[in-house]
């Protein structure tokens, strides 16, 4: 049997790839905050149990030797992140699920099968309504369109965290609680993290789809799952499709039919002849004519792009301090890179010139 259909929104959500440094970053912190330490936290806590405590181990270190394989080597073991992180959201559910078995068992000494039954039953409903959750939404295309290492958090939101963090632990202090009450709260807390961990558990489709296609994959990131010395340098370009007036539907199937598999992963920007700096365009390409719709192809200063994001960060945190930076704002500086006429390197109006050239030039 070949590969089941799968839809162009389908496609986009998982062909939304994090750089291998970002990856190899972000998983050890997540083993090393989500596993080792609040994985674990429910064992610190009262009498110790030898049997819960080696149900909650065992996981914890192959999930640990695995992400040590990871970060040593993420190029190439791209591919296996998808898995990684799939396999770390079920982990750390169990453990959290584990956790409350020990809490509800030893520290609060309820007997009986129930309230173990109760708890495996919701654990497996949570991990399977997550999945076909995250499924159904890949289906629809509901993927993150802008960079996925961005930090919109709010600085009002971060000291809300810091004080949160800090008051919780005076909070016996404050109030009369009991050890059963303090006891209740953890509780719910672990419930609480085993629900937030496992959005995460869509990365299962995204590692599927990729093994199930992919020379997909490879046509458009040629380098994808190779050692870094084997990488090749690739410029990233953009798309400026001008025209005096609104495309017709005839001509967004010919550019869809003709450059559609590149057009869903550029920066693609379609403006009014008056919208467009042609004057900055024909200091590039002096007397270059302009027809009824023609393409000006950008390269992307990612140098450029990054320093103007930092300055751009400088400027505004104080100004959305209380709500976050929001998107608009980075793509406004995207646009002005993305798209600045100094960076053209082809003028045309024949997509087959457009689409030969990017075959060329990107991956």
Request: one cysteine or more; a positive charge; proline letters at 4%.
């Amino acid at each position: 049997m070949g590969n089941p259909k799968i839809s162009d929104k389908e496609m986009l959500a998982y062909l939304r790839f994090r750089t291998p440094e970002e990856n190899q970053v972000g998983i050890f912190f997540l083993v090393l905050i989500i596993i080792d330490f609040l994985g674990f936290f429910p064992y610190m806590i009262g009498p110790f149990s030898r049997p819960f405590l080696i149900a909650a181990l065992v996981p914890a270190i192959v999930l640990n030797l695995w992400m040590i394989v990871y970060v040593v080597a993420p190029y190439k073991l791209e591919k296996a992140y998808y898995l990684l992180v799939g396999v770390f959201s079920i982990v750390s559910a169990y453990l959290y699920w584990l956790g409350s078995e020990k809490i509800i068992y030893i520290n609060l000494g309820v007997e009986g099968y129930a309230a173990f039954i109760v708890g495996l039953f919701i654990l497996i409903l949570l991990i399977t309504f997550f999945y076909f959750y995250t499924r159904y939404q890949s289906r629809k295309g509901k993927y993150t369109r802008s960079k996925q290492n961005r930090q919109h958090r709010s600085g009002f939101g971060i000291l809300v965290t810091i004080v949160f963090i800090l008051g919780s632990s005076q909070l016996g202090n404050i109030i009369n609680t009991t050890k059963v009450m303090d006891l209740y709260v953890i509780l719910g807390m672990l419930c609480l993290l085993s629900f937030f961990m496992l959005i995460m558990i869509g990365s299962l489709h995204q590692y599927r789809f990729i093994h199930n296609h992919l020379p997909t994959v490879r046509k458009l990131y040629p380098d994808f799952g190779k050692r870094k010395k084997d990488r090749k340098v690739y410029h990233h370009y953009s798309l400026a499709v001008i025209k005096e007036d609104e495309l017709t539907e005839e001509e967004m199937k010919t550019m869809t039919d003709e450059l559609g598999e590149f057009i869903s992963f550029l920066p693609v920007k379609k403006v009014a002849v008056d919208g467009f700096d042609q004057e900055g365009l024909l200091d590039v390409f002096p007397g270059g004519g302009c027809g009824p719709l023609w393409i000006a192809v950008m390269r992307v200063n990612q140098e450029h792009l990054d320093e103007d994001i930092k300055k751009m960060v400088r400027t505004k945190r104080w100004k959305y301090f209380f709500k976050g930076i929001p998107e608009e704002e980075y793509e406004k500086v995207e646009d002005v890179v993305h798209f600045d006429p100094k960076e053209a390197v082809l003028q045309s109006g024949d997509l087959s010139e457009v689409r030969a050239f990017l075959q060329k030039k990107m991956r």
